[in-house]
């Protein structure tokens, strides 16, 4: 299975994606996640990636896409297909990705449109909590999905914190470049009849519910 999820930044597209990862035995691909990988891998590509983010300059489009290209690549995703969160961010990324897997005799078999209003996020945002263990990472909400003990992971006993992008400002600027940039994608594979649209529940489970219905 070959799966796009596209969704606002703190729509709760991370969620989604550990339980599809996990249920449909599909590998989750994260640009964000490569990019650290192959940086702390030291291949080539991470290493020059590394040399823009040591500037403090983004890395550079085609860049990401090589080091996308070369993940798909690996046999993992050639057996069972991926799970894209994060790319493509601009339409085109995703002409590029199309051209990719076109060469490669494959397709993508379904993007996932998770819809969560703006207001919604923000107040999810200003709400969230992450736990600081790097291994455990779980995320609480102390409006929907608070911890037991107050300050304390469930999990893992480790202490939660307040991510410092986690405020309204940032919030903000991060909607509003998802709204120009990656929201025009929802028409690109609409016009490809791969969208299938999922409006984000207030619960987890009930969101859950609607995308295992989608991927039936
Ligand atoms: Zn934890």
Redesign the pocket.
Known sequence: MRLIILGAPGSGKGSQCKWITRDYDVPHISTGDILRKNIADGTELGMEAKSYMDKGALVPDELVVNILKARISEPDCKEKGFLLDGFPRTIAQAQTLDAFLTAEGVSIDKVINLEVPDEEIMSRAINRRT?E?PD?K?IYNLRDNPPKVEGV?D??G?KLFQRKDDNEETVKNRLEVYHAQTEPLIAYYSEKGLVATVIGQERLEDTIALVKEILK
């Open positions: 736990c263990n455990c779980e992971c999990k893992c480790s």
